[in-house]
């Protein structure tokens, strides 16, 4: 309209036909600018969201230090160890040059954890229950009988976190867990933990409210059990009665054989009881575990807080190995029994070297009756 007024005062009336040239050029001229920023305004409406992953690649290859350190953390998911990572496809997609180590803070020496699972898979979680010992108890057969129950997840081998991998972290640890669904538990088993003096300490850091087992027996078989075990493997060990003794003549026990000192159950659960309630703590009767595994494991159902399922019907009594074992599941063809090193012919000791022995656990398990209110009668 400016240019119409101007040029009309400025061009003579005589020249009507060029002021109509100019006010038609003047008026295309503003039609051609309004167009264009029309179709401007259109392509940053339409234009997609930048994705976030490839924002931060970019920041990276493009930025100085400090850049690179903000772009890693600008946008990216957190992830179960609180780090944000950077697939090599998404670093690809952005032709970023990243060094994937260094934005996963150099763990590819050790599992990744996933928290991140599905509904149907479940999650990694820490262990709500753990079985913590005794060694040659009776943990495997407690471990492999609880798995039948379906609310009931466990790691296969021992993991062995709280006293020999316990600089890897509960991330490390965390990772060697089953997938579980929020109904079901979560468990392992180690039974060295029992008689590690740190464990307690460092269960408790991690939650305390989680749920011990711990599987007792007479601990005059027990070690005999063990030297048993440990004589399979090593041919040339001493004597089961030169490392149980000081001197047997006198009747001194060596407590500080290993063997010896796990039997001594009262000496241990006074270091559990400093972090955990005894109401925490369930103690499976290791002979009643082969005797009547079915009520055994309806008392750790009910310690768990588990609907009783896993009943009579799924036990039979293996008379070769002297030891219940599991009844064919729907899913195999045959039975299920625990391994060959289970249910093994103990090494035949002499009457006197066990009466010493029994002479020597009694004051422990008399202290250890009182402790967990239950009298195993080990005579």
């Known amino acids: 309209?400016?240019?119409?007024?101007?040029?009309?005062?400025?061009?003579?009336?005589?020249?009507?036909?060029?002021?109509?040239?100019?006010?038609?050029?003047?008026?295309?001229?503003?039609?051609s600018y309004i167009c264009y920023c029309l179709l401007f305004s259109s392509d940053a409406i339409m234009q997609k969201p930048s994705d976030p992953t490839q924002n931060c690649l970019r920041l990276r290859s493009d930025g100085g230090k400090k850049l690179q350190q903000k772009s890693l953390y600008c946008t990216l998911p957190l992830n179960a160890r609180g780090t944000r990572d950077i697939s090599l496809h998404e670093a690809n997609q952005s032709n970023a040059s990243v060094n994937l180590n260094t934005v996963r803070n150099n763990t590819s020496d050790r599992p990744t954890p996933n928290n991140t699972g599905s509904g149907k898979f479940g999650n990694k979680k820490l262990p709500n229950a753990i079985i913590v010992g005794v060694k040659k108890g009776g943990t495997r057969a407690v471990l492999e009988f609880i798995r039948i129950h379906p609310d009931v997840r466990a790691v296969g081998t021992e993991t062995h976190f709280f006293d020999r991998n316990y600089d890897r972290g509960l991330d490390w640890y965390r990772c060697l867990m089953p997938r579980t669904m929020e109904s079901q538990i979560t468990m392992e088993k180690t039974p060295s933990y029992f008689?590690?003096?740190?464990?307690?300490?460092?269960?408790?850091?991690?939650?305390?409210?989680?749920?011990?087992?711990?599987?007792?027996?007479?601990?005059?078989?027990?070690?005999?059990?063990?030297?048993?075990?440990?004589?399979?493997?090593?041919?040339?060990?001493?004597?089961?009665?030169?490392?149980?003794?000081?001197?047997?003549?006198?009747?001194?026990?060596?407590?500080?054989?290993?063997?010896?000192?796990?039997?001594?159950?009262?000496?241990?659960?006074?270091?559990?009881?400093?972090?955990?309630?005894?109401?925490?703590?369930?103690?499976?009767?290791?002979?009643?575990?082969?005797?009547?595994?079915?009520?055994?494991?309806?008392?750790?159902?009910?310690?768990?807080?588990?609907?009783?399922?896993?009943t009579d019907k799924h036990f039979y009594f293996n008379r070769t190995k002297g030891f219940p074992c599991l009844k064919k599941p729907e899913s195999s063809s045959s039975p299920r029994c625990l391994g060959k090193s289970k249910g093994r012919t103990h090494i035949q000791i002499d009457h006197d070297t066990i009466e010493q022995l029994r002479d020597f656990y009694r004051p422990y398990n008399v202290k250890f009756y009182e402790m967990v209110g239950h009298d195993f009668r080990w005579e």
């Open 1 to 31: 309209m400016a240019c119409i007024l101007l040029y009309s005062r400025v061009a003579p009336s005589s020249y009507r036909h060029t002021r109509t040239c100019i006010c038609i050029f003047s008026l295309s001229l503003s039609l």
């Open 195 to 310: 008689v590690t003096r740190e464990t307690p300490r460092r269960i408790s850091a991690m939650s305390r409210d989680t749920k011990l087992i711990v599987v007792v027996r007479d601990p005059v078989t027990r070690v005999i059990s063990d030297y048993t075990q440990t004589l399979s493997k090593t041919p040339d060990l001493p004597s089961f009665q030169d490392l149980a003794f000081q001197n047997q003549s006198l009747g001194l026990v060596d407590t500080s054989w290993n063997a010896i000192r796990i039997g001594m159950y009262a000496l241990h659960l006074e270091n559990w009881l400093r972090y955990f309630p005894l109401s925490q703590i369930h103690f499976v009767n290791g002979e009643r575990l082969i005797t009547d595994p079915a009520g055994e494991l309806a008392r750790v159902q009910d310690f768990l807080g588990l609907k009783r399922i896993v």
